[in-house]
C-alpha cells in the first residue's frame, strides 16, 4: 500500500549541490585500458552482424568495466543516484558508433525501455525547432528551451553527449528526496499536498490512449521515496476542460518545491564524451537553454536510453500503465 511518508528520509541519495560539487566520485575518468575495450566493442558489435536494438552483452563485451558497472549500480540504487562517465572519445566516432557504445553499456546496466508511443529505444536530443506550447505531442527534449526540473520515464536514463552546443546548455541535477526533506522542514503541510493527486497532460505518449493522468509527485512505497516530476505537463493539462484548476495549496506546493530545488542544484557542463547515468525516483535534472551551431553538422547532440534495472525497486501500484513508469513496473512482474 502507498502510505503517506511524514518523517525526514535518511538516504544517500539526500544531496544537496553545495555539497556535492566539490565532491568528484561522481566522475568517473574511463582509464585507457576501458576505452580501448569499449572501441574494441564496438569492432565486435560490428562483426557480429546484428542490427544496434538485437545487440546483447556477448556482442559487446566489457569486461574491462565490470567492477566501473558495479560501481554504477551501486550508485543508482542505494547511493548518491547518479555517475558521469567521462572520456568517451566521441569525436573519433560516428554517429552510429557512437549509438552502439550507448547501447552496449545500457545492455550491461540494465535493460533499454521505448521511451514514447511509438516504441522508439534511442533518441536522439536535438533541438527540432518546434514548441511544446503550440503543439500536441512536441516534448520538451526536442527543443531549444531551458528545461525545468523534470525526471525521465523508466528507472535510469542514460544520456551521452556527443557535441555541445555554442553556448549554454548547461546540465542540472537535485536530489528529489533532499528537496522533500527540505520542503518538510519548512511546510509540512505542503510535503503531504505533494503527496496526492495531480492531473498531468500525457502528451500523446500512452500506450492505453488515455490523455490525462493522475497521481501524486511524491511516492512513499516500501519504505522508499520515489518522485514523477512533470510540472510543465501539469501546466499543460490546465487546458483541458475536464481538468480541474490547481489548488492554491498545489499552486503553493509547486512555488515552493521549484524553489527548494533551485537551492540544491548541481549544475555542470557535460563534455562531448560525457555519460550521465541517473536514477529517475531520486534525481530531477534540467537544463539551461542553449544556443546552436549555425553548421547543423556541429549543433548540440545527446543520445539518449531509457532503462530498467535488474535490481530495481518496488514501485507503488499507481505507476502501472503509466507513460513514464509503466514498462519498469511490468518488469518487476516478469
Ligand atoms: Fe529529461
Given at each position: 500500500?502507498?502510505?503517506?511518508?511524514?518523517?525526514?528520509?535518511?538516504?544517500?541519495?539526500?544531496?544537496?549541490?553545495?555539497?556535492?560539487?566539490?565532491?568528484?566520485?561522481?566522475?568517473?575518468?574511463?582509464?585507457?585500458?576501458?576505452?580501448?575495450?569499449?572501441?574494441?566493442?564496438?569492432?565486435?558489435?560490428?562483426?557480429?552482424?546484428?542490427?544496434?536494438?538485437?545487440?546483447?552483452?556477448?556482442?559487446?563485451?566489457?569486461?574491462?568495466?565490470?567492477?566501473?558497472?558495479?560501481?554504477?549500480?551501486?550508485?543508482?540504487?542505494?547511493?548518491?543516484?547518479?555517475?558521469?562517465?567521462?572520456?568517451?572519445?566521441?569525436?573519433?566516432?560516428?554517429?552510429?558508433?557512437?549509438?552502439?557504445?550507448?547501447?552496449?553499456?545500457?545492455?550491461?546496466?540494465?535493460?533499454?525501455?521505448?521511451?514514447?508511443?511509438?516504441?522508439?529505444?534511442?533518441?536522439?536530443?536535438?533541438?527540432?525547432?518546434?514548441?511544446?506550447?503550440?503543439?500536441?505531442?512536441?516534448?520538451?527534449?526536442?527543443?531549444?528551451?531551458?528545461?525545468?526540473?523534470?525526471?525521465?520515464?523508466?528507472?535510469?536514463?542514460?544520456?551521452?553527449?556527443?557535441?555541445t552546443a555554442k553556448s549554454g546548455g548547461r546540465s542540472r541535477l537535485a536530489s528529489a528526496v533532499q528537496i522533500f526533506n527540505d520542503i518538510l522542514a519548512q511546510r509540512p503541510d505542503l510535503a503531504r499536498v505533494l503527496q496526492e493527486d495531480f492531473?498531468?497532460?500525457?502528451?500523446?505518449?500512452?500506450?492505453?490512449?488515455?490523455?490525462?493522468?493522475?497521481?501524486?509527485?511524491?511516492?512513499?512505497?516500501?519504505e522508499r521515496l520515489s518522485i514523477n516530476l512533470k510540472l510543465r505537463y501539469i501546466h499543460t493539462a490546465q487546458r483541458f476542460d475536464e481538468v480541474p484548476p490547481l489548488s492554491p495549496a498545489q499552486?503553493?506546493?509547486?512555488?515552493?518545491?521549484?524553489?527548494?530545488?533551485?537551492?540544491?542544484?548541481?549544475?555542470?557542463?557535460?563534455?562531448?564524451?560525457?555519460?550521465?547515468?541517473?536514477?529517475?525516483?531520486?534525481?530531477?535534472?534540467?537544463?539551461?537553454?542553449?544556443?546552436?551551431?549555425?553548421?547543423?553538422?556541429?549543433?548540440?547532440?545527446?543520445?539518449?536510453?531509457?532503462?530498467?534495472?535488474?535490481?530495481?525497486?518496488?514501485?507503488?501500484?499507481?505507476?502501472?500503465?503509466?507513460?513514464?513508469?509503466?514498462?519498469?513496473?511490468?518488469?518487476?512482474?516478469?
Amino acid at each position: 500500500m502507498s502510505d503517506y511518508v511524514t518523517q525526514r528520509i535518511d538516504d544517500p541519495a539526500a544531496w544537496s549541490g553545495r555539497a556535492i560539487r566539490d565532491r568528484q566520485d561522481w566522475i568517473v575518468d574511463l582509464s585507457p585500458d576501458q576505452i580501448d575495450a569499449i572501441v574494441a566493442a564496438v569492432r565486435t558489435a560490428k562483426d557480429s552482424g546484428r542490427n544496434l536494438f538485437e545487440l546483447g552483452r556477448d556482442e559487446f563485451p566489457i569486461s574491462a568495466l565490470a567492477a566501473t558497472i558495479d560501481d554504477v549500480h551501486r550508485a543508482l540504487e542505494g547511493g548518491r543516484g547518479f555517475t558521469v562517465l567521462r572520456g568517451l572519445p566521441v569525436a573519433e566516432m560516428s554517429e552510429d558508433d557512437a549509438k552502439t557504445v550507448l547501447w552496449g553499456l545500457g545492455r550491461h546496466i540494465g535493460t533499454p525501455e521505448p521511451q514514447d508511443g511509438a516504441g522508439n529505444l534511442l533518441h536522439s536530443v536535438r533541438d527540432t525547432g518546434a514548441r511544446v506550447e503550440t503543439t500536441d505531442n512536441i516534448r520538451s527534449f526536442q527543443t531549444n528551451d531551458p528545461q525545468r526540473f523534470h525526471n525521465d520515464g523508466c528507472d535510469t536514463f542514460m544520456l551521452m553527449c556527443r557535441q555541445t552546443a555554442k553556448s549554454g546548455g548547461r546540465s542540472r541535477l537535485a536530489s528529489a528526496v533532499q528537496i522533500f526533506n527540505d520542503i518538510l522542514a519548512q511546510r509540512p503541510d505542503l510535503a503531504r499536498v505533494l503527496q496526492e493527486d495531480f492531473h498531468m497532460d500525457a502528451r500523446g505518449q500512452r500506450p492505453d490512449g488515455v490523455t490525462i493522468q493522475v497521481m501524486p509527485i511524491y511516492h512513499w512505497f516500501a519504505e522508499r521515496l520515489s518522485i514523477n516530476l512533470k510540472l510543465r505537463y501539469i501546466h499543460t493539462a490546465q487546458r483541458f476542460d475536464e481538468v480541474p484548476p490547481l489548488s492554491p495549496a498545489q499552486k503553493e506546493a509547486i512555488a515552493l518545491f521549484e524553489k527548494v530545488a533551485e537551492e540544491n542544484v548541481l549544475e555542470f557542463d557535460m563534455q562531448a564524451g560525457d555519460v550521465l547515468i541517473a536514477n529517475n525516483y531520486t534525481i530531477i535534472h534540467g537544463r539551461t537553454g542553449f544556443e546552436d551551431w549555425p553548421d547543423p553538422d556541429q549543433r548540440r547532440h545527446m543520445l539518449r536510453l531509457w532503462l530498467t534495472l535488474p535490481e530495481g525497486r518496488p514501485l507503488p501500484p499507481v505507476f502501472e500503465g503509466s507513460r513514464e513508469f509503466g514498462a519498469s513496473f511490468a518488469r518487476r512482474m516478469n
